[in-house]
């Protein structure tokens, strides 16, 4: 029976990926599951004058390395076993990037669609008093995630600079410029996922120019993408947002696109004819970028996808099984841990300026993320070789190898 729950397919990875590098079962057991996981109720006082108890996660996974690093998502959906696998993904994230962080994360449940501005405020200030003795610029540094943006990390950091008493912009990253964001923070993601199709393009020997894309997704990631790819003179023949997906076999107008979305990226509602997101993700194409929610690509649809190389941008998309089924058939899968990599690499960098107080151009963010996702591929893309296992089995060993090691020097096991 396949298995959808995030957390455990996670685990069976992160044991396999263990086992293969010689650690034994003491290792595995402390690094499966996240070393602390603080639960919090937060009160706001809504609009109407009532108050609603909001219920809101962070994850830690282990600070072996550095201090913990990863997203605030605001989301109905958020839960505990997501929040857990969340932050492990971020420890093999920034293990493949060879950052200084361990793996952290963050969420509320709640609709930020159906709440007025001032009680994004609150709630954000809230959640921070609420998580605010295991957090901090050498602790744990959140950052933006699902339905999060800039403004709800500046009254985040707003909040911690009050009760810490001094200006903290350390903090926390993704932040507006002008309280110490890096520039080339909000399309880093995009950026990174870009990166990787070239790489994974030039393996494949297929020229991006004229290449036949489809992105399941039209939020932050999605979009910045579809933008980079029409730049690249690509052809983005398929999009898709919560409510349906767009397809032109001759490549869809982006401009036009990102200019009439919503800020959650909604845009097919404008258009009649769409197709499914089922549809979507069978469009004959070079890649395939699924940048939406987790397992989307299954056991049961795998075998329709006509892809040439794969790119997840999004958290989970393409479940254990469907993983090995892909591979068996020729496709390049490049996974989230390693393609979703630029996000937390230019929020590393954020946090580097932030510390020295010196503040670097957007030429010099996108050179040094290309370096280190160049870096990261190839590091994945050769024990993939060497190993002859999966690019997600790859890119875990490689991700937590530092942090296993880290782990033994300390003595922890």
Not at 141 to 167: C, G, H, K, L
Request: proline share 3%; aromatic share 8%.
């Amino acid at each position: 029976m396949e298995s959808s729950n995030v957390l455990t397919s996670t685990q069976t990875v992160i044991e396999e990926a263990l086992r293969k590098l010689g650690y034994g079962d003491d290792m595995i057991a402390l690094l499966k599951e996240p070393m602390r996981l603080l639960t919090v109720r937060i009160p706001v006082r809504m609009d109407d004058g009532k108050t609603k108890v909001f219920v809101g996660y962070r994850a830690q996974h282990n600070d072996a390395v550095g201090p913990t690093k990863g997203g605030v998502r605001f989301h109905p959906d958020v839960n505990e076993i997501e929040v857990k696998a969340l932050s492990i993904w971020m420890s093999i994230k920034c293990g493949i990037a060879d950052l200084p962080y361990g793996g952290g994360k963050g969420g509320i449940i709640c609709d930020p669609r159906k709440m007025s501005f001032r009680e994004l405020e609150r709630l954000s200030r809230g959640y921070v008093r609420a998580i605010s003795q295991i957090v901090g610029p050498n602790k744990d540094i959140p950052a933006p995630d699902v339905m999060t943006n800039s403004q709800i990390m500046a009254w985040m950091m707003d909040e911690y600079s009050r009760i810490r008493e001094f200006d903290s912009p350390g903090f926390i990253t993704g932040k507006p410029l002008v309280l110490g964001g890096s520039l080339g923070r909000e399309s880093a993601t995009a950026r990174g996922v870009a990166i990787m199709i070239d790489e994974a393009m030039a393996k494949k020997g297929i020229a991006l120019k004229g290449a036949r894309v489809v992105i399941q997704g039209f939020g932050n990631a999605g979009s910045y993408l579809a933008k980079f790819m029409f730049e690249a003179g690509a052809k983005v023949v398929g999009i898709s947002d919560v409510n349906a997906a767009l397809y032109n076999d001759q490549g869809l107008d982006i401009e036009d696109l990102m200019d009439r979305r919503d800020s959650f990226g909604t845009v097919t509602n404008l258009f009649k004819n769409t197709i499914s997101n089922e549809e979507l993700l069978a469009i004959d194409c070079d890649v395939l970028v699924p940048a939406a929610i987790e397992n989307q690509i299954t056991a049961s649809n795998a075998n329709q996808i006509r892809a040439k190389i794969i790119v997840e941008a999004a958290n989970g998309p393409t479940t254990l099984e469907a993983t090995q089924m892909i591979t068996d058939r020729g496709i390049l899968l490049v996974p989230d841990v390693l393609a979703s990599a630029g996000g937390v690499i230019v929020s590393y960098f954020e946090w580097v300026q932030n510390n020295q107080g010196y503040y670097w151009s957007e030429a010099e963010v996108d050179s040094k993320l290309r370096d280190m996702m160049i870096r990261g591929f190839n590091s994945v893309y050769e024990l993939h070789k060497l190993k002859k296992v999966d690019m997600r089995l790859a890119a875990y060993m490689v991700g937590v190898r530092k942090m296993a090691e880290a782990v033994r020097l300390r003595g922890w096991v």
